[in-house]
C-alpha cells in the first residue's frame, strides 16, 4: 500500500471508517492494491492519519467481514488472493446508485455521461 493514500474527508457525513474501506475497494479494484499486498497496521495507519486505531479496526473488520481481506495475527491485513465473485449489486449499492442518477436527472445531466462515468470507472476505456 506504498502508493496508494487515503484520504479522509473530516466535513463528509460519511464516516470515516467507511471512507477507510470505501477508498481501499477502490484500491482493489483499480490495481492500487494488488492480491495478497499487505496493509498497514491498524496502529500505523491510525497514527499517519491521525485518527483512532478503532476507527481503522472497524475500517478493515467490514473490509474482513465483505471478504476483501483477510487477517491473522502474525501477518496483520493482506488483500485477499482471490474475492468472491457476487455478480451482482447488493440493495444497498442499488439505492445509492438511484440516488446519484436521480441527483444528475434533477441537475440536468444527460445519460450519456452517466454511462461515460460508468464506463470509465468500470475500466472499459483502459
Known amino acids: 500500500m506504498k502508493d496508494m493514500i487515503i484520504r479522509i474527508n473530516e466535513l463528509s457525513d460519511v464516516p470515516i471508517?467507511?471512507?477507510?474501506?470505501?477508498?481501499?475497494?477502490?484500491g482493489i479494484s483499480s490495481?492500487?492494491?494488488?492480491?495478497?499486498e499487505?496493509?498497514?497496521?491498524?496502529?500505523?495507519?491510525?497514527l499517519e492519519m491521525g485518527i483512532n486505531t478503532m476507527t481503522v479496526s472497524k475500517a478493515y473488520q467490514l473490509l474482513k467481514t465483505e471478504?476483501?481481506?483477510?487477517?491473522d495475527r502474525?501477518?496483520?491485513?493482506?488483500?485477499?488472493?482471490?474475492?468472491?465473485?457476487?455478480?451482482?449489486?447488493?440493495?444497498?449499492?442499488k439505492a445509492e446508485l438511484k440516488r446519484i442518477v436521480s441527483e444528475a436527472r434533477i441537475s440536468g445531466v444527460k445519460k450519456a455521461e452517466i454511462v461515460a462515468l460508468v464506463d470509465e470507472y468500470y475500466g472499459l476505456d483502459r
Request: cysteine-free; glycine content about 8%; aromatic content about 4%.
Open 74 to 93: 502474525k501477518n496483520g491485513a493482506r488483500v485477499r488472493m482471490e474475492i468472491q465473485k457476487q455478480a451482482s449489486i447488493p440493495e444497498a449499492n
Open 17 to 26: 471508517y467507511m471512507q477507510i474501506r470505501n477508498q481501499i475497494v477502490m
Open 67 to 71: 471478504g476483501y481481506v483477510m487477517t
Open 38 to 46: 499487505q496493509l498497514p497496521t491498524v496502529r500505523a495507519l491510525a
Open 31 to 36: 490495481g492500487e492494491l494488488a492480491a495478497g
